[in-house]
């Protein structure tokens, strides 16, 4: 179904963006700050013009059948245009991951091996309606040495062209190659599918939305994909927890933001303390009210509807809960390892045992010990920028930060030593 | 075409795997080492029914028209028992990786940020003639903590049983889950497309044997492939080379093994060094029999088929070698990113600038200097026993030990910190 215009379109963005590869490789952390400053510069100058595009979009988005919640996401107004702007200077601030070497070490025939991280090459980013993802995932790419492909959701095209202007001015006035940031124009859907399938050109792909979208690229792509399925987290209260901080905890967890992938859905409450704990965690839940839905051993305690099995399996991100009264640690460790989504995990305990036994045994990217699990956040934990939030287990996982976007290939130096 | 009741037994193999995941990922290194131990002591004492069951396999791949290469890679006999067992050891002398925990750091918001190596959980290993692989192999997803499901080629079937029964015999000794190491004794193919697709249930897949075993597999699987394309390998001498080393290096890099991944294939010379290095290489060539195929530049200085095209972009692991004279480093190292595999590539050079420049740039996984390109493998770089080299630029890339076998999770210890 491909029409043969748009491939032949889309060959030529690979070529440019591959020919870009030898300069950005060596480019200096000073030239690719330099790039972000002026393509900040430029946002920042370029407000009315943002705008106008930005409402063009919105004017035809708002005759689509859309959701309130996709046209909010498409939205850009100065506020937005200010963080995209203290996103560029985040970026700025890392350090330059190219280039960084490992130790030497020498190898049993005399020879030093290290490893020197390196960019990946070419990283194509598929995102849907949020414009200011052209600005943070192109100025992530450029920072760690790769060229980057973006292809936006249609209905904020208008917008999307003008951010990249802007980015393009930046790598013009540092010497850099225009095609490093590259915006897929064409909308054609065979594109995408091309794109994915170009594994000779394309080293990673970084799909940016909801689940389905994820889905439907990661079953078709031949390049490697970087992805975030979903974020079922669970916070347990052990025996041996401080009730009150358990109380804070799953609150936090739980009503920091129903939305985000760190939000609690499942509260495991151990049954030496589910007596004492849930009555009270009622109370504070019903302020916020969040809707809860439990086990037939909590329904004993306090009021709730009847989970059923699909609860355990669903991230809600909404103001739901599902709570689960277990015998003690090790069916809680069950309970995760099975319904979970490898996401974020949170014990609470004041026992040392207990918490070791849980963050060795629990098989999710980020495991918690007494924090609510909506700190799972690359910026909270000081990784700065983030690229995603990793739900694989191969190359990254957990919260990505440039590392992510980069590789490690051994240096190998040798005095002329022959292998016999 | 998938028999269902085959179907069902992968399904059952794929259950066991999951089952054994939470006993591996706890066990000790003791008790893994013991394991390995018990193993190639089994291995040692069962010798006679070891070659029997060779015997057997041999004897029907001899009604079969297979290669003399492919006989001879699967015969079992003591010398190669013995390297199977000393293979065994070596895995026995590896650290463990499982539970390596990073330095702490803080967080912004105070708490306690660090990461875990922790096993991937189900490894897949698909290979062809070599029984070895069954010992190698498994012990290595055992060594990281991992539960593996081998299918070895159907020619080997007998002898495989064999050696899984002596790895068994180890897992039971050292209380170990029996199913921790599973052959797949049914060897219709269906069952291996079915393994490839299990994306829930299997972590990795490492294909071992030829470039089209690897295609098929890497096109079809839905769960990750650790893959080992080609080794397309060059070595640039510079124009401030010292000659007599660029000869000594560039013979060992040809002749010491023609079949292996890290063997030079394209000899690049720089035209300043041409005249007078050429005659002396082509004489020791020669004394080898190495056939010389050379660009149009090359023909004027010494006597050498034409290289065509083609043999840029050929992979011989033969005793052929394409030669071109380039201007220098930059069209060298623009060689080798177009042409090469980026599997491993060398310089000779006394000139640090040059060295610099070639180390930095070549986006090969191995970049050396002054070394032949053969010693492009694990045990040589002091990884220890290698599960392979991958051509991939994520998650592992070059010579992959142990490590390759395993992830890293995040550990966030809090002391009740809320997110506002």
Not at 389 to 408: N, Y
Request: charged share 30%.
């Amino acid at each position: 179904m491909n029409n043969k215009n748009n491939t032949l379109e889309l060959d030529q963005i690979l070529e440019d963006a591959q020919s870009t590869k030898e300069q950005l490789r060596s480019s200096s952390k000073k030239q690719k700050d330099k790039a972000l400053e002026q393509a900040a510069e430029s946002i920042d100058s370029n407000r009315r013009i943002l705008k106008l595009a930005n409402n063009e979009d919105m004017e035809h988005a708002s005759t689509l059948n859309l959701q309130d919640s996709f046209i909010d996401r498409l939205k850009l107004d100065d506020k937005r245009i200010d963080s995209m702007i203290s996103g560029l200077k985040k970026v700025i601030d890392l350090n330059d991951p190219v280039g960084e070497t490992t130790k030497k070490s020498k190898s049993p025939s005399g020879f030093l091996v290290s490893k020197m991280r390196v960019p990946l090459g070419v990283i194509g980013i598929i995102y849907e309606s949020r414009p200011n993802v052209t600005a943070d995932a192109s100025a992530l790419c450029l920072k760690s040495g790769n060229a980057c492909i973006l292809r936006g959701g249609s209905e904020a095209s208008k917008t999307n062209k003008e951010i990249e202007k802007c980015m393009i001015d930046g790598l013009i006035s540092a010497d850099l190659p225009e095609k490093a940031i590259q915006l897929l124009k064409n909308q054609d859907r065979a594109l995408v599918n091309q794109l994915i399938k170009s594994e000779d050109k394309v080293d990673l792909i970084i799909p940016r939305g909801g689940k389905s979208l994820i889905k439907v690229i990661a079953d078709d792509s031949k390049v490697p994909v970087l992805k975030h399925y979903e974020g079922l987290c669970h916070v347990f209260i052990d025996d041996n927890a401080d009730l009150k901080k358990a109380l804070d905890i799953s609150l936090n967890a739980k009503v920091y933001r129903y939305g985000i992938c760190g939000a609690m859905e499942t509260l495991l409450v151990s049954k030496e303390v589910a007596g004492e704990f849930l009555p009270k965690m009622e109370k504070s839940f019903q302020k916020h009210g969040v809707e809860l839905r439990g086990c037939l051993e909590t329904s004993k305690i306090i009021k709730v509807k009847d989970a059923k099995e699909d609860d355990w399996k669903t991230e809600y991100l909404e103001p739901i809960l599902s709570i689960k009264i277990v015998d003690g640690i090790d069916e809680a460790i069950r309970h995760i390892n099975t319904y979970g989504s490898g996401h974020t995990d949170c014990i609470v305990t004041e026992d040392i045992k207990a918490k070791n036994n849980f963050l060795s045994n629990i098989d999710s990217s980020s495991v918690m010990h007494n924090l609510p699990t909506c700190y799972a956040d690359g910026f909270e934990y000081g990784l700065g920028a983030e690229v995603g939030i990793s739900t694989d287990k191969l190359h990254a996982r957990g919260p990505v930060g440039l590392e992510g976007l980069t590789s490690q290939k051994f240096i190998v130096e040798g005095s002329g030593q022959l292998r016999e």
